[in-house]
């Protein structure tokens, strides 16, 4: 089992920037694939992008260029770098962990956080 902690959510104005965290705790986390997912109010889950566990980075296209993921192993966490912020990024992004997958379909993440809502304002 691997529980999942989120950090870092809240309220900016757009343009601005917010940092995400996840802390892994639970299984050896440098074995697992880690990534994020967000829902905006009525809307369906998004990928937004993993970090595989040998650290290679896929992104969903329309976020590339603001959004960067990055882990720490020695520390157990997943980062979520969000620049540029917009009011259509207002959503809440979820951790998720698995140790085969790294793509973009929700089903398949075994391990989800609880979320942390990320508010952007015009």
Known sequence: QVHLVEA???????????????????????DYNMGWFRQGPGKEREFVGAISWSRSNTYADSLKGRF??????????????MNSLKPEDTAVYYCVADKYFSGSDYVRWDYWGQ?????VSS
């Open 115 to 119: 979320g942390t809502q990320v508010t």
């Open 8 to 30: 870092g959510g809240g309220l900016v104005q757009a343009g601005g920037s917010l940092r995400l965290s996840c802390a892994a705790s639970g299984r050896t986390f440098s």
């Open 68 to 81: 960067t993921i990055s882990r720490d192993n020695a520390k157990n966490t997943v980062y979520l770098q």
